[in-house]
Nanobody, 121 residues
Framework: QLQLVESGGGLVQPGGSLRLSCVAS????????IGWFRQAPGKEREGVSC????????TYATSVKGRFTISRDNDKNTVYLLMNRLKAEDTAVYYC??????????????WGQGTQVTVSS
């Protein structure tokens, strides 16, 4: 069974940090670009960050640039999203997704189930 499983979400205070992980099972991630998306209550899902299959190209939404860092370890079949200086507006369910291309094309073939991130004091 082909799966992406996110972990690392939780409750954190404003200004704090979390690291999300996205692990693939049933297939290897190293041929796919991987993106992180999020969806806040009452809002549409939005792209947060993306990394190419080799890891040499990354993109970030303006709202997270300078605070979030995406990385990958293909030997561990895992992609990470390090989130620093978190704000209340970062509260959302975070999803990882495999792009059908080795670069970030925005065409998703696999979605994870999501992990909740709540930023609150």
């Amino acid at each position: 069974q082909l799966q992406l499983v996110e972990s690392g979400g939780g409750l954190v205070q404003p200004g704090g940090s979390l690291r999300l992980s996205c692990v693939a099972s049933g297939f290897t991630l190293d041929v796919y670009a991987i993106g992180w998306f999020r969806q806040a209550p009452g809002k549409e899902r939005e792209g947060v960050s993306c990394i190419s299959s080799s890891g040499d190209s990354t993109t970030y939404a303006t709202s997270v640039k300078g605070r979030f860092t995406i990385s990958r370890d293909n030997d561990k079949n895992t992609v990470y999203l390090l989130m620093n200086r978190l704000k209340a507006e970062d509260t959302a369910v975070y999803y990882c997704a495999a792009d059908q291309r080795s670069y970030c094309s925005g065409s998703v073939v696999y979605w994870g189930q999501g992990t909740q991130v709540t930023v609150s004091s």
